[in-house]
């Protein structure tokens, strides 16, 4: 969807889009003008947005907790507002020719591309559509109050395993990386129901820290805990 300009999306579609995630998964068609009245009073020209509703409200807030981890913790942290609540997301197209940020708040959606008419690479540090979105929408958002995204009904919470996304266990909370459990948000029902088969527990030397065999220097073996999307020689 974050195409380049003269063969994608506008900057028109995409605030569109976005403003469906804020607005509880209800898409409103953009438009320019709103009416044109003469000077008799009489309407010569009126535009009446069609409204869908594409996504349920659960999906969209799901989603829209997803893209506040993109300010908060991800690529889009140039973008953040002090004490307002963000949701957006960073593009890029490639050869770096299209700079994107497209983000949200609860009261206002916004979004900015950056780049040449004559598609060229755009060298700059950092993201230059995330720093122009933060001053436009610093001004806008001025005297106004922090609050949150709606949260609708049907969306509960279970802790879950990063690495399988299944149901924690005792064991993904014993990994050696540390603590892999972490605590999201679902649709009621769609909730996992099998616990995490990627963390087991095996029997390592404890000089190598590979599995054990014959070779090893030591002869009493520890437990350690593993994942089993890495490899672990003998």
């Not at 009245?37 to 409204?51: A, F, M, Q």
């Not at 616990?195 to 073996?221: A, G, S």
Request: charged share 25%; glycine share 8%.
């Amino acid at each position: 969807a974050l195409g380049g300009l003269d063969s994608g999306a506008t900057v028109i579609d995409m605030t569109a889009a976005y403003a469906t995630f804020a607005n509880s998964g209800i898409y409103i068609e953009p438009k320019l003008y709103t009416k044109v009245v003469g000077r008799d009073g009489e309407i010569i020209l009126e535009k009446i947005s069609e409204v869908e509703q594409v996504m349920s409200k659960q999906n969209a807030y799901i989603l829209t907790d997803m893209l506040k981890s993109v300010i908060t913790n991800g690529t889009g942290g140039e973008a953040a507002l002090s004490k307002m609540t963000v949701a957006g997301k960073t593009g890029t197209t490639n050869e770096s020719k299209d700079r994107w940020f497209v983000g949200y708040t609860p009261y206002y959606v916004a979004s900015v591309w950056v780049g040449y008419d004559q598609q060229k690479a755009i060298n700059m540090s950092g993201n230059p559509a995330a720093k122009i979105w933060k001053a436009v929408m610093t001004k806008v958002h001025e005297g106004l109050e922090n609050k949150s995204f709606e949260k609708p009904s049907g969306i509960v919470t279970a802790t879950i395993c990063k690495d399988s996304g299944l149901l924690v266990t005792d064991l993904c909370k014993n990994d050696r990386r540390g603590d892999r459990s972490t605590s999201e948000i679902f649709v009621s029902g769609t909730v996992p129901t099998e616990e995490c088969t990627m963390h087991v527990e095996v029997e390592v030397c404890p000089d190598t820290l590979k599995l054990r065999n014959p070779k090893c220097i030591e002869q009493t073996f520890s437990h350690k805990v593993v994942c089993l999307n890495k490899t672990y020689e003998e």
